[in-house]
C-alpha cells in the first residue's frame, strides 16, 4: 500500500468491490455513531470522497439500500462476535463472547440505539429479519455449547431467547445512562443473570437441569458461579423457614 | 337500551363520543387479530356496519390514525392490568399482574406479535413512544411494591426493565409457538425467573439486597420462592465444591 501514501491517494482507481467496500464502510461508520435521520446521501460522498452521483451509481436504492447494506455488514461482524472455543467454565466463554458483543455496542452506540428503539424511518421487515437473524445466530451458539444429546427442548430455548433479549434491553439502557456501568462490571451481572435464569428453569425442566449439573461440575470455586453463590447466600439467609 | 333491540337499532342516532369509541371498538377488534398490513378502512367500516365516508369522517388519517388511536386505548388497557394492591407477597401480586398481562397478550395475539415484531407499515416514532410508555407504567408499578425508602438506583431498575423485556419475549415466542405452555405455567415460571433475577442483582447492589430480604420475609414455604427453592435445590446440590 506504499504507492498510496500521498495526494495520488484521493485518485487511485479503485475496483468496483473495493469503491462499494470503501463507501459501506463510510455509510457503516455514519450509521454507527447517528440516528439513520441524521445521515443523508450527502454525508456518506463526503466522508469517502466521492460525488454524489457515484454513490447513487453503486446504491441506486439511495439512503435505505446503502442503510440495509450497512445493517448487513454490522450484523455479519457482530455474528463473528459469538464464536468461541468449547473449551473451559460455560461461564467463562460466556463472558468473552459478550465481551465482545458489549465492544460492538461501545462501537455503534447511536446506530445501535436507533435501530432497536424501532420506529426509525430505514425501518422494514428487511431490517426486522437482519436483526433476529443475529438474535438466533446468538442462541444458536450458545445452545451449542451446551452439548446436548438430543434438540433442545422449548423450556430451554425460551431460557436462552429470553436472556439474549435482556441482553439487549441491558444493552439500550446502558447507551442511555452514559456508559455505566462500567463495562466489565455489567459482563459480570449478566453472566450472573444467565446462570441464575438456566437454574432457575433446570426446576421444571429435565432437559435444563442436565445441563446445569454438567456446567457446574466444569466450574471451579474461583469462577462467576461460585463468586455468585457467595455474594447472595449472605442475603437469602433468613429464608430458612420458606424450606 | 330497550327502544335499541329490532331493526331500528342500526339506525339509532350516536353522539359524536359513541360514535367514534364504536369505531374504535370495531378497529381494536380487527387489529388485535390480524398484522395491520390485512386490515383495512373498508374492513373497519364493514365491522361497525357504516360508510367508509363515515370512517374518514371521524379519523381523516385513515388507516394510521385509526390505527394509533386503537393502540393508544390498548395501551390504556394494558396499563390498568398493572394495578394490584399492595398486600400478601410480592410473588402473588406479580402472579396476579401476570395473569392480566398474559390474557391481554392471549386475546390481542396476532396484533401484539405485529406490533413487537416491528418493521410493520404502520410502525412510527408514535407507536414505539405509545409501547414505551406501557414498558415505563409497568416499571413503575413493580417498584411501587417495593415500598423503597428511597429512589431505585440504576441496578435495580436496569433489573426490573430487564425483566419486562424478558416477559415481552416471552409472550411473543409464546404466541409463536401455539400458545404453549398454558399460561398459568408460563406465569409461574416467569414469576420465578423475576425471582432470579432480583436475586442475583441483590448480590451486587445494597438497595436490592434490601428488597429481597423484606420480600422473603413475606413469602410463606409454600408460596412460589419455596417452591422454586425446593426444585432447584436437588440440581444443584453436587456443587458444594464452589462454596
Known amino acids: 500500500m506504499t504507492q498510496a501514501v500521498g495526494p495520488t491517494r484521493a485518485y487511485r482507481r479503485l475496483s468496483v468491490e473495493e469503491r462499494r467496500s470503501q463507501l459501506l464502510d463510510a455509510a457503516l461508520n455514519l450509521f454507527a ?5 441524521e445521515v443523508s446521501l450527502d454525508d456518506v460522498a463526503e466522508a ?3 460525488s454524489r452521483p457515484l454513490v447513487y451509481r ?3 436504492g439511495g439512503k435505505q ?3 440495509e447494506a450497512a445493517l448487513r455488514t454490522a450484523a455479519d461482524d457482530l455474528e463473528k462476535c459469538f464464536a468461541e472455543p468449547q473449551d473451559g467454565p460455560l461461564t467463562r466463554r460466556l463472558g468473552r463472547a459478550l465481551d465482545r458483543y458489549l465492544a460492538f455496542v461501545d462501537q455503534h452506540d447511536a446506530g445501535f440505539s436507533a435501530l432497536l428503539h424501532g420506529g426509525s424511518v430505514v425501518e422494514t421487515s428487511r431490517t ?3 436483526v433476529d437473524g443475529v438474535r438466533r445466530a446468538a442462541a444458536e451458539h450458545i445452545l451449542a455449547h451446551m452439548e446436548l444429546p438430543e434438540p433442545p427442548g422449548p423450556r430451554l430455548r425460551m431460557t436462552v431467547r429470553m436472556w439474549i433479549t435482556a441482553v439487549e434491553a441491558a444493552s439500550l439502557i446502558w447507551l442511555d445512562e452514559d456508559k455505566q456501568p462500567p463495562l466489565d462490571e455489567l459482563r459480570d451481572w449478566l453472566v450472573e443473570q444467565f446462570v441464575v435464569q438456566i437454574a432457575a428453569t433446570a426446576g421444571r425442566d429435565p432437559q435444563t437441569a442436565a445441563v446445569v449439573v454438567r456446567a457446574l461440575s466444569l466450574e471451579g470455586p474461583d469462577g462467576a458461579v461460585g463468586e455468585l453463590v457467595r455474594r447472595v447466600l449472605p442475603v437469602v439467609a433468613d429464608a430458612a423457614h420458606l424450606l
Open 65 to 67: 439500500q446503502l442503510y
Open 58 to 60: 453503486y446504491f441506486p
Open 128 to 130: 426486522t429479519a437482519i
Open 48 to 50: 469517502a470522497g466521492v
Open 33 to 37: 455513531h447517528r440516528a439513520p435521520e
